[in-house]
C-alpha cells in the first residue's frame, strides 16, 4: 500500500466514526434537556465533533447529584404555600 491509500483509507475512518458520533448525539443529548440547551449541546457536537463529544461527556450530565437535590427539595419545601 501506498501513502495516498492508507491516508483515503484513513480518512473514510474518520469521517465514519464522526458520523457515528453525530448519529449517536442526536439519538442522547436531547434526553431530559431543555430544548435550548439540547440545541447548544448539538450545535457544539456537529460544529466540533471531538471537541464537543469531550466537553459533553465531561459537563453535560443533566442530573444533580442526590446530595445536591436533597438540599434543592429542602430548600424548595421551606417556601411553598
Known amino acids: 500500500m501506498d501513502f495516498e491509500s492508507i ?3 484513513g ?12 448519529v449517536t448525539a442526536i439519538l442522547v443529548v ?7 440547551s439540547a ?4 450545535l ?4 466540533i465533533p471531538y471537541v464537543g463529544v469531550i466537553a459533553f461527556l465531561l459537563i453535560g450530565n443533566p442530573k444533580l447529584p ?14 411553598r404555600p
Request: hydrophobic share 45%; charged share 25%; no cysteine.
Open 39 to 42: 440545541m447548544a449541546w448539538l
Open 44 to 47: 457544539a457536537i456537529f460544529l
Open 7 to 9: 491516508f483515503l483509507h
Open 30 to 36: 436531547p434526553v431530559n434537556r431543555r430544548p435550548s
Open 11 to 22: 480518512g473514510l475512518g474518520m469521517d465514519l466514526i464522526g458520523l457515528a458520533v453525530r
Open 66 to 79: 442526590k446530595r445536591r437535590r436533597e438540599q434543592q427539595r429542602r430548600s424548595t419545601a421551606g417556601w
